[in-house]
């Protein structure tokens, strides 16, 4: 029989006292040196204390919760092989790379340190449930593994025997979760909740793969970034355009001969240009730190353009300062050279705020997604005739829809409802546009 071995906390460095939040063995296993035997925590770190001998594990002495300081007694192992101590806190010495250290620091360099640091708070591991992981079944050095990267054990299938966790269903659980997409299609990992499932549809009938278009694939990363990092509120209104449709019907007719086309749109460009210069958090950015505002003082407007190979928002630029005529023609172009694929990048940057219109296809409301780094983008649906009522009758209107979405970090919700409400105002008397 082995000699019996009080394991012991070694000099956790700083800390008095830490809380136990884990225990990693039973009474029974048979565990190898530098094993790990339970976790602990303070306010600054998690650490696991391993132990110093060889052996089988006769009594633990802590459960999780249980407060512990250096020189608390953690286990009593029957050591195997050479041990002939019969008191030895563990880690007493000092880790190996410390002995490798230069000797610039000789005082740290002699004091023992908590042998693993696995990570600092915030800790990215902090969706695991810590019941879930510690009734995993698998061993102290494979727990240390998944911590270490991040792996939630209660998500592992175990390959082992009795379905025990090996290294290497960690090692696939990671490739899996790294070659399906990531935070692109199946940001389930990313998120921390559960991955989109694989599905062979052809089970359920005939189907036909289909590659997305390039466009198709960038802009499905741009708009699922900005769906998940901005939080979104879409203000909803409608804008009685009666007199200008009347008025752009006239345009329409007046600049046949030159070829040009008014369009709903041109209007609302202007307008939205009108909305930033009066709400000036409109035309801003957010810093990536979260710490500054970048206000714009120019005025370019993004325009959703539908193409063949997928949505792309080319840029009219200073549009406060542009007549609906040029609006009118550059609206026009930037649309061709959409579709022909012509569009440079330059074409499409430095927007101040966009604009989505489905007007000309159809549907009553929608909520658009912010087209970071902006702040905000207005939606535009079907105009129709709708009875509205002035105080005494029901006159007949055509109301536009309008959906305002914007970054809520940004924008307050009574902003969003005055912008709105201001762009709505504007357009239902198209004098004030030249105000
Ligand atoms: N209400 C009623 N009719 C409208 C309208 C509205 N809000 N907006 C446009 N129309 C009408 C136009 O006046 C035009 O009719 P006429 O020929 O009788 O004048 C017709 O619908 C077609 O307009 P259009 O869509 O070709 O032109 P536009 O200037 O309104 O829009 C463009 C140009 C490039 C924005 C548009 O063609 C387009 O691509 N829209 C789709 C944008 C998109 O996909 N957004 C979704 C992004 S989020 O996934």
């Known amino acids: 029989m082995g000699e019996m071995v009080k394991v012991k906390v070694p000099d956790i460095g700083d800390f008095d006292e830490v809380e136990i939040i884990e225990v990693l063995v039973s009474v029974g296993d048979q565990i ?9 925590e303070s306010d600054k770190a998690t650490m696991e204390i391993p132990s110093s001998h060889a052996g ?34 563990v880690a007493a010495e000092a880790p190996k790379e410390e002995k490798s250290e230069p000797a610039a620091a000789p005082a740290e360099a002699a004091k023992p340190v908590p042998a693993i640091q696995i990570e600092n708070k915030p800790s990215p591991t902090a969706h695991i449930d810590p019941v879930s992981f510690k009734n995993a079944h698998a061993s102290p050095a494979v727990r240390k593994f998944a911590r270490e990267l991040g792996v939630d054990l209660s998500k592992v299938g175990g390959s082992g025997r009795s379905a025990r966790i090996v290294k290497e269903d960690i090692q696939a659980f990671v490739k899996k979760v790294m070659t399906s997409g990531g935070a692109s299609v199946n940001g389930g ?31 499905g990363k741009f708009l699922h970034r900005n769906w998940v990092t901005i939080p979104h509120i879409t203000q909803f209104d409608e804008a009685d355009i009666t007199s200008l449709e009347a008025f752009r ?6 600049y046949e001969k030159e070829g040009v086309k008014f369009t709903m749109l041109s209007f609302i460009m202007k307008a939205v240009a009108a909305g930033l210069k009066k709400y000036p958090r409109f035309n801003s950015s957010l810093e990536p730190s979260g710490e500054n505002l970048i206000m714009k003082n120019y005025f370019n407007i993004g325009v959703a353009v539908d193409t063949p190979d997928g949505l792309v928002v080319p840029v009219v630029r200073d549009v406060d300062t ?4 040029d609006i009118s023609k550059e609206l026009r172009e930037i649309s061709i050279k959409a579709r022909d694929k012509k569009l440079k990048p330059s074409d499409m940057q430095g927007g101040s705020m966009s604009i989505s219109s489905l007007g000309g296809i159809g549907g009553t409301k929608f909520t658009p997604i912010v087209n970071a780094p902006e702040v905000a983008i207005l939606g535009v649906s079907k105009a129709e005739m709708k009875p509205v009522w002035n105080g005494s009758d029901f006159e007949p209107k055509l109301m536009c829809p309008l959906s ?30 030249l105000l």
């Open 189 to 219: 990992a990313a998120l921390g909740v559960e991955p989109m499932p694989e599905i062979d549809f052809s089970q359920f009938g005939e189907v036909e793969i289909k590659a997305l278009s390039k466009i198709n694939k960038l802009t």
């Open 249 to 254: 019907k006239q345009l329409n007719k007046e």
């Open 322 to 325: 542009k007549s609906i005529v």
């Open 56 to 89: 089988t594990v006769k009594e633990i002495k802590v459960k999780v919760g249980d407060k512990i300081a250096e020189g608390g007694l953690v286990l009593v192992l029957e050591a195997s092989g050479a041990a002939t101590a019969s008191e030895v806190p």
């Open 404 to 433: 305002l979405s914007y970054d809520h970090r940004v924008i307050d919700g009574a902003d969003g409802a005055r912008f709105v409400t201001y762009v709505s105002h504007l357009l239902a008397d198209a004098r004030r546009l």
């Open 32 to 40: 190898a040196e530098e094993d790990s035997l339970i976790t602990v």
